[in-house]
């Protein structure tokens, strides 16, 4: 356990200003080592990072940079070669794996590229996922999943299966399973990978107000335009982090109206042309809002 | 997680592809089941030699008289009258473990009644007889002692000569009944004894007292018994004593030295029973083994398809881990589904098996045989099977690394 009056918070070690919040997050020296048959991979060659709580983070690279790895340590999936992990100030390295899994359901939530849903399974019980790993009675299960997808915006959907959902729903049913245990830090990998410009807005402006109702984010991209929405983007280059910036994040909201009025606009002028092609069918064209 | 939430999780992953669930479990159904039908049939089999021997007689010795040698031929045992009507009543006050003594001496003859005439084995016997070989008289009264003292012309009917003789139901008692002549009235009807384990009908038979049989069908040697002597040993567990008890009176009775052969033989049903009876055992053993090894088969069939399914969820593996499963939690989902497989299979093979059992029981004629601990055996051991083939399938996905699973493709 970490000497709580003598922190071990490395305040110089920082390369930007030193946050006046708690650190929730916190690693120093961190190693990674694979191996790959006969050839050892450093993924990260000694990371030290500490992140604040209510940060909304953005850690970018090209593929190879170890920003994979990070998130996977920083989640708690995997473990470091060498270095110390504090998250929420409890000592990660050494923990059993059972630990380890105890830490993901209650203070971390995930979410991936590929939304990674069950098939086949109810939007309610995707979401109730985390809470069967827990005490958390039957009742309350329900209850609580449900809360968690009308704060999402799929209050309507509850009983919709993934296959009969939009990418952008699918995406906001694992959001709701990463709240669904009232986690402290939300781990997003490339959450927008798999979505159009439109609804990764839509998914980034969603971060954003779980970001301002005070949970702490971290999000990998490799977009600039969607770590423009973040307060401190991160660049990770051969497992060494690059550089590490705070600036006023991008508002998500008004990016969104933008984005829409622009697809409408796009629509309309498409209607257009395709009346003027073929007049004959003008009548029943309708603008439509291309997702 | 707890054991409800996890039986729940494994129904709705089972019932996703129920087809396949089904066919995974056919295989422990139709183990179960034979398993169940095989050890009926040879419960069934055990019951029906136990059934002959009952109506052969219980405990029943048969002693039988030695044998001639003329020219060098060897006749068969009681081809020379070597037993004693005094050595018969000697086994019946002398030997504690008989309870019962009477002669066999037997003929067959023609039965004539006035309009009717039927070809039987005639016997002359004592009231012992019936009691050995446990067969009551339905109509009619039993021979009394002064009929066997005084050589009485009577006759009691087996139920299949009454048919031949009067027709079905008939009540002959009092009538008269010519055999080799000489006219007899009949005293009683024997009650319905059966076929014998060859076929032999047992009720195609007419009995008269020993004496009149002596004086009135066959002639022989006043001193000597021309037949054999049933004897009835005092309990089921007595048979062999008695056997050797009497071996030892009737040499003595004989004078046989030490070292010469017995002139008597002593069969005893009761070990006959009782091999037979290993028999059937090792028959049953036999059939159940063989329907086990399919119930294993069943088993290989669920490892298969838990092995399938692990691969085929590997994501969803990674995702539980993600949010939280830990490894147990994972472990006994799977064991769990495994050991759902197995128990519906179970379960529904019991049902299978009882119905397979009922039918051949009818068609056989057997009572139904299906004991409850084969039941408990039989579900239990799929269960096993269940958990047995299921655990390795369990533990390889409770050991994925949750990272390389959430990137399985």
């Not at chain 1, 593929?63 to 998130?71: C, I």
Request: charged share 20%; glycine share 8%.
């Amino acid at each position: 356990m970490p000497n709580r009056s003598s922190s071990p918070v490395p305040t110089t070690v920082s390369t930007t200003a030193p946050s006046t919040a708690p650190a929730m997050v916190l690693i120093q020296d961190v190693t990674k080592v694979y191996k790959m048959g006969d050839v050892e991979v450093h993924a990260l060659r000694g990371v030290t990072l500490s992140i604040g709580a209510g940060e909304f983070v953005a850690v970018m690279g090209s593929s190879g940079s170890g920003k994979s790895t990070l998130m996977n340590v920083l989640g708690c999936l995997d473990k470091p070669t060498s270095g110390a992990y504090w998250l929420d100030s409890h000592e990660i390295s050494g923990l059993s794996s059972d630990q380890l899994a105890r830490i993901r359901n209650r203070t971390l939530g995930f979410v991936f590229q590929s939304f990674n849903l069950l098939s086949r399974t109810s939007a309610l019980e995707n979401v109730e996922l985390p809470l069967i790993y827990t005490d958390v009675s039957t009742a309350d299960r329900g209850r609580r999943a449900e809360a968690a997808l009308q704060r999402v915006g799929l209050g309507d959907r509850l009983h919709h299966h993934p296959n009969q959902m939009s990418g952008g729903q699918q995406q906001r049913v694992a959001i709701a399973r990463a709240l669904v245990s009232e986690p402290k830090v939300i781990l997003a990998d490339e959450p927008t990978g798999n979505l159009d410009s439109v609804t990764s807005i839509e998914v980034m402006a969603l971060l954003q107000a779980l970001w301002r109702s005070g949970i702490t984010i971290i999000l990998v991209t490799h977009e600039p335009d969607v770590a423009a929405f973040a307060s401190r983007v991160i660049m990770m280059k051969d497992g060494r982090v690059r550089s590490d910036q705070r600036h006023e994040p991008l508002r998500a909201d008004d990016a969104l109206k933008e984005a829409k009025a622009d697809a409408k606009a796009e629509a309309q002028a498409d209607a257009e042309a395709h009346a003027k092609a073929h007049p004959e069918a003008h009548a029943d064209a309708k603008p439509e809002v291309t997702p | 997680m707890n054991a409800l939430q996890t039986t729940r999780v494994a129904a709705r992953a089972l019932t996703r592809n129920k087809m396949r669930s089904f066919l995974t479990t056919l295989g422990i159904i139709i183990g179960v089941a034979a398993v169940i039908a095989m050890v009926a049939i040879g419960e069934g089999a055990k019951v029906q030699v136990e059934q002959q021997f009952a109506s052969m007689g219980s405990n029943l010795l048969i002693i039988m008289s030695g044998t001639t040698t003329s020219g060098g031929a060897h006749g068969g045992f009681g081809s020379m009258p070597t037993l004693t009507w005094d050595d018969l009543k000697s086994i019946q006050s002398d030997v504690p473990s008989v309870r019962y003594a009477a002669p066999q001496l037997r003929s067959s003859a023609q039965l004539i009644t006035d309009e009717q005439n039927w070809s039987t084995s005639v016997t002359g016997t004592t009231p012992d007889f019936f009691q050995i070989r446990n067969w009551p008289v339905a109509k009619g009264s039993m021979f009394t002692s002064s009929d066997l003292e005084g050589g009485t012309k009577v006759v009691l009917l087996g139920d299949t000569v009454v048919e031949k003789l009067y027709g079905p139901g008939y009540d002959p008692v009092g009538q008269l009944v010519r055999i080799r002549n000489v006219p007899f009235q009949v005293m009683g009807v024997l009650a319905k004894k059966g076929q014998s384990a060859n076929g032999q009908d047992y009720d195609d038979a007419a009995f008269i007292p020993a004496t009149t049989f002596q004086t009135k069908i066959q002639g022989g040697l006043q001193k000597f018994i021309p037949g054999a002597i049933l004897v009835g040993a005092a309990a089921a567990d007595a048979t062999t004593r008695a056997q050797s008890q009497i071996s030892g009176l009737l040499r003595e009775r004989h004078h046989l030295q030490r070292g010469t052969d017995d002139d008597f033989s002593i069969r005893n049903l009761a070990e006959l029973a009782n091999a037979q009876q290993e028999g059937t055992k090792t028959l049953t053993t036999l059939l159940a083994s063989i329907a086990a090894v399919s119930l294993l088969v069943g088993g290989i069939g669920i490892m298969n398809i838990m092995l399938v399914s692990v691969t085929e969820r590997t994501r969803e593996i990674g995702v539980r881990m993600a949010v939280g499963a830990r490894r147990r939690d994972i472990l006994a989902q799977f064991l769990t589904e495994a050991l759902a497989l197995s128990l519906a299979g179970g379960i529904i093979g019991v049902v299978l098996g009882v119905l397979l059992a009922e039918q051949l029981a009818s068609r056989f004629q057997w009572p139904l045989l299906v004991r409850p601990e084969v039941i408990f055996i039989s579900v239990g051991f799929s269960a096993l099977v269940g958990i047995g083939f299921g655990l390795y399938p369990a533990r390889k996905a409770s050991r994925l690394d949750p990272i390389d699973a959430l990137r399985f493709e």
